[in-house]
Structure formats: structure tokens, C-alpha cells
């Protein structure tokens, strides 16, 4: 069965300290790997999207990487707007090509000041 | 830039009633996807429409729940006679087509209370 699951649960970093969150998947056939954010009360907003391992995009402060197990979003230097849900979402190969994603639960980031 | 429109923000219903959720794609997406997400738990895809057409409809309940992307208008998730475990953030998200490079973007969201 395809499973994605995301780690830590809940983060707590203080600003400018950097660190990773994980997300770890079992699909049967990548066809592509997404970040969003989530914001409460908000819908998710598109961060990245990974297809191959070895594969790294950049965004600000955000840096997503992926292996063929599991994919890495760093946080650099993080600011208290960075605060979220960040979701993790595979797109499996018999998906059709289409946008039916399977999402991990998010990592709850807190940044403080 | 408009993006998915969703509405409303907030449908309170009582059990046995209706639900209408209503959503606009971004301008020129004809690809409308609906996920549902629980409390505490992750979103779930329930249904794909083109325009005028279900292409996948295996994440959806068998029963009480429906979806349509007519030619004209949002498309719309109806929940008949609902029930407390009803009660969720239902999202629906736009492509501008599929494959690669072709990411989907939410709207804001429906949350369905039902009392």
C-alpha cells in the first residue's frame, strides 16, 4: 500500500536555528514527490515538486531534497513566518499522470523569536 | 491573480440535512480535484473531474456523496443526508492540465460542522 509519513510530528526551533524535517514513502512507482505549506484555517500552497532521486530545489530559506526512500525540506535560518504545516504528497506512477496525490499528516513547525 | 475559489468558508449543517460545497478553478484549469482532510489526519483525494466528466471517483464514499464539473459553472461536492463524521475541511484543488510540471493549487477550503 502507498504510505507517505512525515517526521517529527510537532518542531520547535528558535529563529535562525536551522533543521530538517522529514518524509519517508513507500509507492509503487514515483511519478513525483511535493511540498506544500499550510497555514492554519488556509489551504495548502505548492512549494516544490521532485522526480528523481539526487533531485534538489531552492526557495528562500526552504531547500527540498530527494532519495529513493524518502525526501528532506531544510530549513535555513528559519523566521517566526516560517511557522506552518509543511505536507509532504507522492504521486504514484499509476496515478494516470494526474494530480491524486497521498499526503504524509505534516510537521507542525513553530519558529520563536 | 484569482485563485481557486471556494465556498462557503463555513457550512454548518444539522444530521440528515444536505451539503453543497462549490468550487472555481483558476482561471483556465479544466482539471478540478477534491481532497477531504480530517481532524488530526492527513488529506485524502475523493475525486478527479474534467470538465463535464468524473475520471476517478476511488477516493470517494459509495454512498451519499456525488461530485460534478458541469460546462458551465464551480464544480460542486453534494453530501446527502450528512453525518457527524462529515464533519471536515474539504479542499478543492485546480491543474491546468496533467503530467509533469503540472502541479495543483488549493483553494482555501470548506469546513463542514455537522450538528
Known amino acids: 500500500e502507498d504510505q507517505v509519513t512525515q517526521s517529527p510530528e510537532a518542531l520547535r526551533l528558535q529563529e535562525g536555528e536551522s533543521s530538517s524535517l522529514n518524509c519517508s514513502y513507500t509507492?509503487?512507482?514515483?511519478?513525483?514527490l511535493f511540498w506544500y505549506r499550510q497555514d492554519p484555517g488556509k489551504g495548502p500552497e505548492f512549494l516544490f515538486t521532485?522526480?528523481?532521486a539526487g533531485e534538489e530545489k531552492e526557495k528562500e530559506r526552504l531547500k527540498a531534497t530527494l532519495t529513493k526512500k524518502e525526501s528532506f525540506l531544510h530549513i535555513t535560518a528559519p523566521k517566526p513566518e516560517d511557522s506552518a504545516t509543511y505536507l509532504c504528497?507522492?504521486?504514484?506512477?499509476?496515478?494516470?499522470?494526474?494530480?491524486?496525490?497521498?499526503f504524509g499528516a505534516g510537521t507542525r513547525l513553530a519558529v520563536h523569536p | 491573480n484569482a485563485g481557486v475559489m471556494q465556498n462557503p468558508r463555513h457550512l454548518v449543517r444539522r444530521r440528515g440535512q444536505e451539503a453543497r460545497l462549490r468550487c472555481s478553478p483558476m482561471?483556465?484549469?479544466?482539471?478540478v480535484y477534491w481532497y477531504r482532510q480530517l481532524p488530526e489526519e492527513g488529506l485524502k483525494f475523493m475525486v478527479y473531474?474534467?470538465?463535464?466528466?468524473?475520471?476517478?471517483e476511488s477516493g470517494m464514499p459509495k454512498e451519499r456523496f456525488s461530485a460534478e464539473f458541469p460546462k458551465e459553472g464551480p464544480s460542486i461536492l453534494r453530501i446527502q443526508q450528512v453525518v457527524r463524521g462529515d464533519s471536515a475541511a474539504y479542499f478543492c484543488?485546480?491543474?491546468?492540465?496533467?503530467?509533469?510540471?503540472?502541479?495543483?493549487?488549493f483553494g482555501q477550503g470548506t469546513r463542514l460542522t455537522v450538528v
Open positions: 473531474l474534467q470538465k463535464e466528466n468524473i475520471i476517478d
Open positions: 504528497a507522492v504521486q504514484a506512477s499509476r496515478s494516470g499522470g494526474y494530480n491524486k496525490l497521498i
Open positions: 484543488a485546480s491543474s491546468l492540465r496533467t503530467g509533469r510540471n503540472t502541479e495543483a493549487f
Open positions: 521532485l522526480y528523481s
Open positions: 482561471k483556465g484549469h479544466s482539471h
Open positions: 509507492v509503487s512507482g514515483l511519478r513525483g
